[in-house]
């Protein structure tokens, strides 16, 4: 059974900074594209960040431009994935999920991904 799970959430200051990892678990990862959303109450699920399959256990990277140069997402083991989120504001407050998927093109959708972890609160407090 396949599972994703996330970790490292919390309550942070404006200008601090977390690290949000993600390991997933039950099958073959290595070639699935690993992606972060959030989703803030109100709102639509939005993208963050992919790290893509490219060549042999080599990975591209993508960002949202709204956390472009903020936020830097890293690959390890080919499974397990982390965000490192500095420079946060209030308005990066949200539920954050990690995402695996297959098949897909970019990967900015979500509908683009097969397995999803519970999500873990971020919040940036004023």
């Known amino acids: 059974q396949v599972h994703v799970v996330e970790s490292g959430g919390g309550l942070v200051q404006t200008g601090g900074s977390m690290r949000l990892s993600c390991v997933a678990s039950?099958?073959?990862?290595?070639?699935?594209?690993m992606g972060w959303f959030r989703q803030a109450p109100g709102k639509e699920r939005e993208f963050i960040a992919v790290t893509r399959w490219a060549s042999a256990y080599n990975y591209d990277a993508d960002y949202a431009d709204s956390v472009k140069g903020r936020f830097t997402i890293s690959r390890d083991n080919g499974i397990t994935v982390s965000l490192r989120m500095n420079s946060l504001k209030p308005e990066d407050t949200a539920i954050y999920y990690c995402?695996?998927?297959?098949?897909?093109?970019?990967?900015?959708?979500?509908?683009?991904?097969?397995?999803w972890g519970q999500g873990t609160q971020v919040t940036v407090s004023s």
């Open positions: 039950g099958g073959t990862f290595r070639r699935y594209a």
């Open positions: 995402a695996a998927g297959l098949g897909g093109s970019v990967y900015r959708s979500q509908y683009e991904y097969d397995y």
